[in-house]
């Protein structure tokens, strides 16, 4: 069996040289998990706008009851107090900008970020990210204009800053198969309550919500279900959990993103991908970076590989998958932003992992408009370390009726050519998903942009009325 992977999240290219996989097989446990020992209050989910800042304000204010964390090892008991030797420079801010005297540094977040820099603590380059960061998710949060946006921003980038620190200071390393940390500190909570307020809820649209109820009875009944899809931003999986929230909770908390090394190993995404249930995997475009891990990486696909196999054979399971080979990008030419091409055999190992499950399986197209939020680099970057643009906007999230590989292939003469007529057909509804969201959102028309295929919706403002 052998594997390649792309970078970005959600985004897998598998090459199957062998149907078979052993059900049996020992997925070693990679050392240096870290379980954080926390006693944090759970955040309430919310159905749109700033009304997590409460909640979070409770977590921050809650951070008296950090006793301690421990670090296990797949071959040794061995323990470190994580918690009880971190810094509370960030916990502890109060305002942003800088401190005299006869004043705490650690009351002050930018202050913060130098004390910690200039104690050794942070490296000169994941200091500066930090402090372009809270800059950029400032301006785009004040930009919303919502009520109480000053104290949103301190209070969400204090956390964030805080995670950022203790995984500089304790670094966490992810299994292959990465289940959400939901307690004793909720990470997927966090995540929400820091991506909401830069998602502009009066401008996002979910097309054909109805389906998602309908994938989701799927699941609870069984089956499997992958979503084929394109891939926008960091943000993407906490965009789908946010917009179907109200409507079907259930999703955004169970999918299973295919996560790229670099949303595991960069310091500034390390905790929100915490959050997240992840298929961890080494990308592709980097393999052979460094000669002296390409054997590791490749070893490390191989079991992420096997982790999936295991988890559509025991059913029930929600995969998330962009076959494009990493986030859309721009045209140069128009600026016009268009989901990436799909990689036709990508698309056809993922629905032969489905179908050799032993599980029924289902494959639906589903679109995502939201780069406006964190818009990638205008081209694909070596180094890990990415500058992070963010933006209030609004967002898009739709997906179509299951797309049968029998039915789009009965006339194929071979397997390529069926393989790209599978691939074509799943790229064309996202396709055409996409320019209606974009209709909606970008050219401002809102539910008027419906079509015959797509029908928009806002689920949150339907609970609401309810």
């Known amino acids: ?23 049996s097989a020992r997925i070693p446990t990679l050392r240096g998990f870290v379980s954080f020992r926390l006693t944090a209050k759970k955040l309430p989910l919310r159905s749109h706008g700033g009304g997590g800042v409460r909640a979070m304000s409770e977590l921050v204010q809650d951070k008296e009851s950090v006793v301690a964390a421990s ?10 107090p994580s918690e009880l030797n971190h810094s509370r420079t960030f916990l502890d801010a109060r305002t942003e900008q800088g401190y005299s005297s006869s004043s705490s540094p650690r009351k002050y977040l930018i202050a913060g970020i130098r004390k910690e820099k200039e104690a050794g603590t942070l490296p000169p380059n994941v200091a500066s990210g930090m402090e372009e960061l809270y800059w950029n998710y400032k301006n785009a949060v004040l930009s919303s204009g919502a009520s109480g946006a000053d104290e949103t921003v301190i ?11 203790l995984g500089v200071e304790h670094p966490y390393t992810f299994n292959p198969y990465h289940k959400a940390i939901r307690e004793p500190f909720d990470y997927f909570h966090f995540v929400h309550t820091y991506i909401r307020p830069l998602i502009d809820f009066k401008n ?8 998602f109820s309908e994938l989701e009875d799927k699941i609870r009944q069984g089956h499997n279900i992958v979503l084929i899809s394109n891939h926008q931003s960091e943000a993407d999986p906490a965009v789908i959990s946010l917009l179907l929230e109200a409507q079907c909770p259930y999703i955004g908390e169970n999918i299973k993103c295919v996560a790229g090394d670099r949303v595991i190993t960069d ?16 990308s592709k475009n980097h393999m052979n970076d460094d000669p002296e891990l390409v054997d590791m990486k490749r070893k490390a ?27 859309d990008r721009p045209n140069p ?6 989901p990436a091409p799909f990689d036709p055999s990508s698309v056809d190992n993922m629905r032969r992992l489905v179908e050799h499950s032993g599980t029924p399986g289902h494959i639906y197209p589903m679109s995502l408009l939201c780069y406006d939020i964190m818009p990638p680099p205008p081209k694909v970057e070596k180094e890990i370390g990415e500058r992070r643009l963010v933006g209030f906007h609004g967002t898009g999230l739709s997906v179509a009726p299951e797309i049968s590989f029998s039915d789009v292939t009965s006339d194929c003469n071979n397997p390529n050519e069926a393989k790209e007529a599978y691939s074509q057909a ?35 403002n339907e609970s609401l009325s309810v």
């Not at 209070?155 to 620190?165: G, K």
């Not at 929600?318 to 076959?323: D, E, F, M, T, V």
């Not at 030419?333 to 268009?338: L, R």
Request: hydrophobic content about 40%.
């Open 301 to 327: 696909n191989t079991r992420s590989l096997k982790e999936m196999a295991t988890l559509l054979r025991s059913g029930s399971q929600l995969i998330w998958i962009a076959p494009s080979g990493g986030r």
């Open 155 to 165: 209070s969400n980038m204090s956390l964030a800053f805080d995670r950022m620190l």
């Open 1 to 23: 069996m052998t594997l390649a992977f792309s970078s970005s999240a959600a985004t897998v290219a598998v090459a199957v040289a062998s149907a078979t996989l052993t059900s």
């Open 71 to 80: 670090t296990s090892f797949s071959d040794a008991e061995e323990t470190t």
């Open 333 to 338: 030419s128009t600026g016009e932003w268009f």
């Open 204 to 211: 996002s649209y979910v097309g054909n919500a109805s389906i």
């Open 426 to 460: 799943l790229y064309k509804s996202v396709n055409e998903q996409y320019k209606t969201l974009n209709f909606a959102i970008k050219h401002r028309r809102g539910i008027e942009a419906s079509t015959s295929t797509v029908s928009l919706s806002q689920p949150w």
């Open 267 to 282: 310091p500034l995404c390390k905790p929100f991908s915490m959050g997240r249930n992840l298929i961890c995997v080494y």
